[in-house]
């Protein structure tokens, strides 16, 4: 299935003649349909097997960011940063002040498929609110 989009008129450039893509009719895929697609190509992996596998990774992943450490895999990258305002160099961090953010990147994995994926413009559709600045 193709990434569809169409075209609006860019608000955001002083440009009259510039547009931008909007993404639209995305279908979602879950854990689930993925696991399908995997069994369904003569794997030999259960799909019971492959859940216990995708639980255990999940935990990895989210008890290792606990512990802050950034990940790398070849599907993504991720690594947690620290944002707000500190006022002196000696200022620890206050929940009420400052907040922990995860940063995501694609890995190499995503970005190789990257020239493979299909594009399709369509008809735009009317889409409110419309961003002016």
Same mark, same amino acid.
């Given at each position: 299935?193709?990434? +569809?989009?169409?075209?609006?008129?860019?608000?955001?450039?002083? =440009?009259?003649?510039?547009?931008?893509?909007? !993404?639209?009719?995305?279908?979602?895929?879950?854990?689930?349909?993925?696991?399908?697609?995997?069994?369904? +190509?003569?794997?030999?992996? !259960?799909?019971?097997?492959?859940?216990?596998?995708?639980?255990?990774?999940?935990?990895?992943?989210?008890?290792?960011?606990?512990?802050?450490?950034?990940? +790398?895999?070849?599907?993504?990258?991720?690594?947690? !940063?620290?944002?707000?305002?500190?006022?002196?160099?000696?200022?620890?961090?206050?929940?009420?002040?400052?907040?922990?953010?995860?940063?995501?990147?694609?890995?190499?994995?995503? !970005? =190789?498929?990257?020239?493979?994926?299909?594009?399709? +413009?369509?008809?735009?559709?009317?889409?409110?609110?419309?961003?002016?600045?």
């Amino acid at each position: 299935m193709p990434v +569809r989009f169409y075209l609006v008129d860019n608000q955001l450039t002083a =440009d009259p003649n510039d547009f931008m893509a909007v !993404t639209t009719d995305a279908q979602v895929l879950g854990e689930e349909q993925i696991i399908e697609q995997m069994i369904s +190509r003569g794997s030999t992996v !259960t799909k019971a097997e492959a859940l216990g596998v995708l639980e255990e990774f999940s935990l990895s992943v989210s008890e290792s960011l606990k512990n802050g450490f950034a990940i +790398r895999t070849p599907l993504f990258s991720v690594y947690p !940063t620290v944002q707000g305002v500190f006022n002196a160099p000696n200022e620890g961090f206050t929940k009420n002040k400052h907040s922990i953010r995860l940063n995501m990147r694609p890995g190499k994995r995503l !970005t =190789d498929s990257i020239p493979s994926i299909a594009v399709e +413009r369509v008809e735009g559709i009317s889409v409110k609110p419309v961003l002016v600045s």
